[in-house]
């Protein structure tokens, strides 16, 4: 599923191919997609004659702004946008098409078919499903220390399963979380309640610092991600652990096993000796759990106090 970096950047080229296009007509070929309003000749008429203004995020959701509505865009597992030139030849499994006065058509593409669409008044979008509930946002200036420890400090749950939860932090996924948490130093079943403050500022820079580089890279293609122009994203080989189940960390010497939870792809990391090349990682009787090696640049260090 596309997570915060992929969204931004397919919300960056769109603001770049369709904003200031005047939508002509809408088609809808597959009408689960449409989520709000119920009536789908409904949905087609209030976009006829809309210009799109701009586009912008909030969490995983594009929020595509025309003169007086707001298009909520949720691309959940493989949905992708396309602008083509109206002859062009409908692909297959392509549900929606906004196509415009200028004979160009923004395409709306989904083999997975979990994609959803909503349009409420400009203003109302926010205070609706699926948008009222979300949680913070990791790139916005209010993403501070204090409003990110204030989500997660006492809470009893593993820290993982809590930074997954979209009410409380948005658009980080199983990728983004299991590289901030390795970057941090910070296991991933560790319980929220037991993170010193010191701690919790690493995770705090280390999501920070992952979310922006995954932007700066165009995001992650692992399957089928591309941007609005069909380009695909190079954050993937940036990876430190996410999806190298028995494979070296370069810089760290480490191998690692791929923990449990939801949908598991987080290490268990540990230092390789020297003189075992293959070790196989385990934590050891007695081994304190949570330690594990963080990514140089936020060192990780054992018995810190708040």
């Known amino acids: 599923m596309p997570e915060l970096p992929e969204v931004e950047t397919v919300r960056r080229t769109l603001n770049v191919l369709v904003a200031g296009k005047t939508i002509e007509r809408v088609s809808v070929h597959l009408a689960r997609i449409i989520q709000h309003p119920d009536d789908i000749e409904t949905f087609k008429a209030l976009l006829e004659g809309e210009t799109i203004q701009e586009v912008e995020r909030r969490g995983k959701f594009l ?41 160009t058509e923004l395409r709306y593409k989904d083999v997975r078919q979990f994609g959803t669409m909503h349009i409420y008044e400009r203003g109302r979008d926010l205070e609706e499903k699926p948008l009222k509930k979300l949680g913070l946002e990791p790139l916005d200036e209010a993403f501070t220390f204090e409003a990110f420890r204030s989500r997660i400090a006492g809470r009893k749950t593993k820290i993982k399963p809590l930074l997954l939860n979209q009410e409380y932090i948005v658009g980080i996924g199983n990728i983004y979380v299991d590289e901030s948490l390795f970057l941090a130093g910070i296991h991933p079943e560790r319980e929220a309640d037991t993170l010193t403050k010191a701690e919790m500022i690493r995770l705090h820079q280390a999501i920070i610092q992952t979310l922006t580089d995954a932007v700066e890279a165009g995001g992650s293609s692992i399957k089928s991600f591309v941007n609005g122009q069909g380009e695909m994203g190079m ?56 330690e594990c090696t963080p990514r140089p640049g936020l060192p990780y260090s054992k018995g810190e106090t708040s």
Do not use: C, W
């Open 63 to 103: 929020r595509i702004h025309t003169d007086r509505f707001t298009l909520v865009s949720h691309l959940r597992m493989e949905g992708r946008y396309g602008v083509y030139e109206a002859d062009d030849p409908l692909e297959l499994h392509t549900h929606v098409v906004f196509h415009f006065t200028d004979g």
């Open 235 to 290: 954050f993937q080989h940036s990876f430190r652990v996410y999806g190298r189940k028995n494979r070296t960390v370069p810089e760290l010497r480490t191998r690692h096993r791929e923990d449990g939870g939801r949908r598991p792809r987080h290490a268990y990391v540990s230092e390789v000796p020297e003189d075992e090349t293959h070790a196989q990682l385990a934590y050891k009787p007695g081994r304190p759990r949570g």
